[in-house]
């Protein structure tokens, strides 16, 4: 869809990576899934080296295996993670963590099919894929659902059903 030519509102969650560097955002990600993925690793070690076993195996095939676990699951929560959101006139764009640490991806306008709310969630529906937003992850929640839902009202009233 087209960019819309009304006035954007911008809305960035607590996951954007601002002006950090790539690598930097990277390696912060990367951190937590690295330490949780080596843990079981580093345990089954210890035991087999206090019993005086081989530990071998478990370094050329353990420590690799836990390294690419981390790795996938990085990548999926920085290709994933909602960071910034842009509300149009009656479309709504999304950008992920990873697309705000390269901006090489152009904007894809989309419009607000339905936007449900409960206490801690905001479920915004576009096109055939739900998205899930923590109100405790953007700064600006009750600002952005007001925007979403007259987004939401002013697709309607232009591309009624």
């Given at each position: 869809?087209n960019r819309?030519t009304?006035?954007?509102s911008?809305?960035?969650?607590t996951?954007?990576?601002?002006?950090?560097p790539a690598?930097?955002?990277f390696?912060?990600a990367?951190?937590?899934?690295?330490?949780?993925?080596?843990?079981?690793?580093?345990l089954?070690v210890?035991?087999v080296a206090?019993?005086?076993?081989a530990?071998?195996?478990f370094l050329?095939?353990?420590?690799p295996?836990a390294?690419?676990?981390?790795?996938a699951?990085t990548?999926?929560y920085?290709?994933t993670?909602?960071?910034?959101?842009?509300?149009?006139?009656?479309?709504v764009?999304?950008?992920?963590?990873f697309?705000c640490?390269?901006?090489?991806r152009?904007?894809?306008?989309?419009?607000?099919?339905e936007?449900?709310?409960?206490?801690s969630?905001?479920i915004?529906?576009?096109?055939?894929?739900?998205y899930y937003?923590?109100k405790?992850a953007?700064?600006?929640a009750?600002?952005l659902?007001?925007d979403?839902?007259q987004?939401r009202?002013?697709?309607?009233?232009?591309?009624?059903?």
């Amino acid at each position: 869809m087209n960019r819309p030519t009304a006035d954007i509102s911008i809305f960035r969650s607590t996951a954007h990576p601002g002006a950090a560097p790539a690598r930097m955002v990277f390696a912060d990600a990367f951190l937590t899934p690295l330490a949780l993925c080596m843990l079981p690793v580093m345990l089954a070690v210890l035991v087999v080296a206090l019993q005086r076993g081989a530990v071998e195996p478990f370094l050329w095939i353990g420590f690799p295996a836990a390294f690419g676990v981390a790795l996938a699951l990085t990548l999926y929560y920085l290709q994933t993670t909602i960071a910034e959101l842009y509300v149009g006139e009656t479309m709504v764009a999304l950008r992920t963590v990873f697309d705000c640490m390269y901006e090489q991806r152009r904007l894809r306008w989309r419009p607000v099919l339905e936007l449900r709310t409960n206490r801690s969630l905001l479920i915004l529906t576009l096109n055939d894929a739900d998205y899930y937003l923590s109100k405790k992850a953007w700064p600006d929640a009750d600002a952005l659902q007001e925007d979403l839902r007259q987004a939401r009202e002013r697709y309607e009233l232009e591309y009624p059903t």
